[in-house]
């Protein structure tokens, strides 16, 4: 039972992840699919700033909580397939086909971020919460 228990918690806390990351994309960016026309005749959005920083805060809290766990690997596939997933549904319906630039630098930006603050993590978790010099 041990041997089959760590692959079943590995892909529960990876489809949790996965699952938060839809969630919060939903809940921050989902619904906002308007773009906005400025006084001077340009276009801005869908997205306001607050949007992405609401959901990067909230996505804080279960990629820490994960890394502090000493999940690196699950932590950042989780989070980088979840947002890319989320970023691919919201953005396919483009006739012009160029969302998909849109979402390989959500995946690469995701997968940049996710890897840095779970290293970061981790390696103040190795070391007791001392900074290495």
């Known amino acids: 039972p041990q041997g089959i228990r760590k692959p079943a918690q590995r892909l529960l806390l990876i489809l949790g992840l996965i699952t938060a990351s839809l969630a919060l994309w939903a809940a921050w960016l989902g619904w906002d699919q308007h773009y906005d026309r400025q006084a001077d005749g340009t276009t801005t959005g869908p997205y306001q700033p607050w949007q992405v920083i609401g959901l990067v805060v909230t996505l804080l ?39 998909m630039v849109g979402v390989m630098m959500v995946m690469l930006g995701t997968l940049a ?11 103040m978790k190795r070391n007791g919460g001392r900074t290495v010099a």
């Open 61 to 99: 809290v279960p990629v820490c909580w994960a890394a502090a766990r000493r999940h690196v690997a699950d932590t950042v596939i989780g989070t980088t397939v979840g947002l890319t997933a989320a970023a691919y549904w919201d953005w396919s319906d483009d006739a012009t086909g160029q969302f």
């Open 113 to 123: 971020v996710t890897m840095a603050l779970t290293n970061v993590i981790d390696s």
